[in-house]
């Protein structure tokens, strides 16, 4: 079982920079692909990045590209997502999540953190 805890979200203006952060309790944590979904009002949960167990590849929604960056250091078991020149849109409830196949499908994750409100005023 793997516990997920997200952190540093938070409300910033348009134009600016956040770092989410999502540690796991599972000593394994190199064993698995991690994703990052967020989820707006009155919306579907959407894809945001994901990387492999290794780090050595990443995938990223078309809508972030460019600006966010995700990152994950096996041995704080920690992934990342920097974000960047960050738009009104950008607002939701950002989870971070894990398996042990990495997929820019969230039905694929197994496991789920509980969430983190970024809120990007304009």
């Known amino acids: 079982q793997v516990q997920l805890v997200e952190s540093g979200g938070g409300l910033v203006q348009a134009g600016g920079s956040l770092r989410l952060s999502c540690a796991a309790s599972?000593?394994?944590?190199?064993?698995?692909?991690m994703g990052w979904f967020r989820q707006a009002p009155g919306k579907e949960r959407e894809f945001v990045a994901a990387?492999?167990?290794?780090?050595?590849?990443?995938y990223y929604a078309d809508s972030v590209k460019g600006r966010f960056t995700i990152s994950r250091d096996n041995a704080k078991n920690t992934v990342y997502l920097q974000m960047n020149s960050l738009k009104p849109e950008d607002t939701a409830v950002y989870y971070c999540?894990?398996?042990?196949?990495?997929?820019?499908?969230?039905?694929?994750?197994?496991?789920w953190g509980q969430g983190t409100q970024v809120t990007v005023s304009s």
């Open positions: 999540a894990a398996d042990s196949i990495v997929s820019t499908w969230f039905h694929q994750y197994t496991y």
């Open positions: 599972e000593r394994t944590f190199s064993e698995y692909a």
């Open positions: 990387i492999s167990f290794s780090g050595g590849s990443t």
